[in-house]
């Protein structure tokens, strides 16, 4: 039995399949909410992208965070679609 599933898939591979070229454009984001303290709107502000570009950098410092990070708190917005 594992010898003709084997043989199923090795003659799938060989199949032809034609191929078509897309461009995709992606918008990649995820949502960060921190409370600061801060004198202005500006600053805060500053100081909550610093917070999240050191969050992201933390995030990604592993494989495995990374892998995590990437499935379950990064978000995706197709921004253009185009076959070429």
């Known amino acids: 039995m594992l010898h003709c599933a084997c043989y199923l898939v ?5 199949c ?3 191929k078509k ?3 995709i454009e992606l918008k990649v984001f995820f949502v960060y909410k921190k409370k600061v303290l801060a004198n202005n709107l500006n600053r805060a502000m500053d100081i909550a992208r610093d917070s999240a570009g050191d969050y992201m950098e933390e995030q990604v410092s592993t494989s495995r965070k ?3 990070f ?5 978000e ?3 921004l253009k679609t185009e076959e070429l």
């Open 76 to 78: 995706y917005e197709t």
């Open 21 to 23: 070229e897309y461009e």
């Open 66 to 68: 990374f892998d995590e």
């Open 70 to 74: 990437l499935e379950y708190q990064i």
């Open 16 to 18: 032809r399949v034609s």
């Open 10 to 14: 090795c003659n799938l591979s060989k």
